[in-house]
């Protein structure tokens, strides 16, 4: 396999990732896009707002290559996770907008650039931060993926949307009374192992 073969491929999951986390997006209101639904704020527009900023700063400021503008939420001054929710003055739509142009930078960094394409990145330790486009093409796709595992679960707790992409559900077949049978028998299998001390599950 050549090395333009390996960076394809590479590409190709992070375009995977992308699209999926887009599609979990779809026909959501303005207040389920943007409502907190775990103690820690996660949710679904801010989770597309940090991915656009580590999509663009990692294959654009570690190049060279800064995405214009920049992501304020990411500035020194910028008010602490500013980059994991919409303020009330960002619009969904250019959130949504905003990583869809970091697509296009990013795709232009790597189309332009080799696997072994020297990059820094500034916020890494001192041991780790001189690196590579493949490095970082890895990093990216892990990233991704890690974050539309978490909108996965913010979309289920949200309206039950499940499935890894619009044409693969990559889950078991089974209809809803299927799906709450299963659920039983694992809170039933579960509660086996529950001590006095826990308390009994609400969901």
Do not use: C
């Not at 009330?88 to 696997?115: F, G, N, P």
């Not at 077949?173 to 001390?197: I, M, Q, V």
């Amino acid at each position: 396999m050549t090395s333009l073969d390996q960076k394809a491929i590479l590409k190709s999951y992070l375009q995977e990732g992308r699209h999926a986390l887009m599609w979990k997006l779809e026909n959501l209101s303005e207040y389920d896009l943007r409502r907190p639904l775990v103690p820690t704020g996660t949710n679904m527009l801010g989770l597309v707002k940090h991915v656009a900023a580590m999509d663009g700063e990692y294959l654009g400021l570690v190049f060279g290559r800064p995405f214009p503008g920049g992501f304020p939420s990411l500035a020194d001054d910028a008010e602490p996770n500013a980059d994991m929710w919409a303020t009330a003055d960002e619009s969904s739509d250019s959130i949504i907008d905003l990583y869809e142009r970091v697509w296009m930078h990013s795709d232009a960094t790597i189309d332009e650039l080799d696997l072994d394409s020297p990059g820094l990145v500034p916020w890494w330790s001192e041991s780790s931060k001189n690196t590579t486009l493949g490095r970082i093409l890895v990093h990216l796709v892990v990233e991704t993926q890690r974050h539309l595992g978490q909108a996965d679960i913010v979309r289920e707790l949200i309206d039950g949307m499940v499935g890894l992409r619009s044409n693969n559900s990559n889950l078991a077949e089974g209809d809803p009374a299927w799906w709450l049978e299963h659920r039983n028998k694992l809170e039933a299998s579960a509660r086996r192992f529950r001590t006095d001390t826990e308390a009994t599950p609400t969901v």
